[in-house]
C-alpha cells in the first residue's frame, strides 16, 4: 500500500505542477498605478519593494496551487484505488514510516521555502535608505493633508475630485479615474528616495499606494513611516486603507512622479503660493508624458 501511495503522490504533484504552466500567462496590456477591469493580480510595481512584493505573491500562490492539486490528484486517486469494488478486504495497514516522514518534512520544508523570502521582504521594507525628500502626511475626515518639510515647509489638502471635475480634465486629455483623481496631487521626483511620515488628526487612516507597496496606518498622536523610490513616471493611486467613517471611501491618494526640473518647478510655484501655476505644470508635464508614450507605441 506505501508503494502504491507513493507513487500516487509522484503523479499528482507532478500534474500539479504541470498546471501551473496555465498560470504563467503573459500579463494583459501594462495600465500604471491603478487597478483595471478584468485584471489578475496586483499592480505593476514600479519599485523595488513593490516587485519584491509581487515576487513573493506570486511564490506562495504556485506554493498553494501546488499542493491544492497535490491533495486534489490523491484524493481522486484513493477514491478510484481504494474504494469498495477494487477492495473487497480492506486493509489493516496503520503505519507507514516513509510517508509519516513524508508529511511531516515537506510541509517543514515549504514553510522554510516561504519564510525565506518573507523574511528578505521584511528587511528590504523596514531599511529605510537615506531620504533624498520627505513628506508629511495627515489624514483626515475624509480627506488627506501635505506638507513638505524640506522643501519650503507648504502645506495642501487633497480632496476626491467631482465628476463635473473629471470630465474637464478628461476633455483636456488627462487622465483622471473616479474615486481616484484629487484636486492637489503629491508630487516627487522620479528615482529619489522619499520617505513619509504619516499620521491622522482624528481617526485611524492608512496611507496606501499599490504600485509603489507602501501601505502604512495613520494613527492620531502618533507618527509611523514608510519609504518609495518610484522608478518609472506617471500617477500613482491609492486610497485610505483604514475604515475611517461614512466617506472612508472617499479619500484617495493620488502620487506624481515627475523629472526632477518639473519636480523643481513644481516645488517653486508651491512656495509662492501659486497653487493654479503648480497645477498647470503638472498637466504641462503629464501631456507632454503621454506624447512621449504615443510616439513610443507607434514606432
Not at 500500500?1 to 500516487?8: E, H
Amino acid at each position: 500500500m506505501g508503494t502504491r501511495l507513493i507513487g500516487a503522490m509522484t503523479r499528482a504533484g507532478l500534474a500539479g505542477l504541470a498546471a501551473l504552466v496555465l498560470f504563467a500567462m503573459p500579463a494583459s496590456a501594462e495600465v500604471l498605478g491603478r487597478s483595471v477591469d478584468g485584471q489578475l493580480g496586483l499592480q505593476t510595481p514600479v519599485t523595488e519593494v513593490a516587485r519584491e512584493i509581487v515576487a513573493f505573491y506570486d511564490l506562495v500562490n504556485y506554493i498553494i496551487i501546488a499542493v491544492a492539486l497535490f491533495v486534489l490528484g490523491l484524493m481522486v486517486y484513493v477514491v478510484f484505488a481504494f474504494g469498495e469494488k477494487r477492495n473487497q478486504t480492506p486493509s489493516r495497514t496503520t503505519h507507514n514510516t516513509l510517508v509519516e516522514v513524508l508529511w511531516t518534512v515537506l510541509p517543514i520544508i515549504i514553510l522554510v521555502i516561504i519564510a525565506v523570502p518573507s523574511f528578505k521582504l521584511l528587511n528590504l521594507q523596514y531599511s529605510y535608505p537615506k531620504a533624498d525628500l520627505t513628506i508629511k502626511a495627515t489624514g483626515n475626515q475624509w480627506y488627506w493633508s501635505h506638507e513638505y518639510p524640506d522643501q519650503g515647509g507648504f502645506v495642501f489638502d487633497s480632496y476626491m475630485l467631482d465628476d463635473d471635475s473629471r470630465e474637464e480634465l478628461i476633455a483636456k486629455g488627462l487622465q483622471a479615474p473616479r474615486n481616484l483623481a484629487v484636486d492637489n496631487e503629491v508630487v516627487v521626483p522620479i528615482n529619489k528616495v522619499v520617505h513619509v511620515l504619516v499620521t491622522a488628526a482624528d481617526v485611524l487612516h492608512n496611507w496606501t499606494v499599490p504600485a509603489f507597496g507602501t501601505k502604512t496606518d495613520a494613527v492620531p498622536g502618533r507618527l509611523t513611516a514608510t519609504w518609495f523610490k518610484a522608478e518609472r513616471e506617471g500617477v500613482f493611486y491609492g486610497q485610505c486603507s483604514e475604515l475611517c467613517g461614512v466617506n472612508h471611501a472617499f479619500m484617495p491618494v493620488a502620487v506624481r512622479v515627475v523629472k526632477q526640473e518639473t519636480f523643481d518647478a513644481w516645488v517653486e510655484a508651491r512656495k509662492a503660493d501659486e497653487e493654479e501655476k503648480a497645477i498647470e505644470i503638472l498637466h504641462k508635464a503629464e501631456l507632454e508624458l503621454n506624447g512621449n508614450k504615443v510616439a513610443a507605441a507607434a514606432q
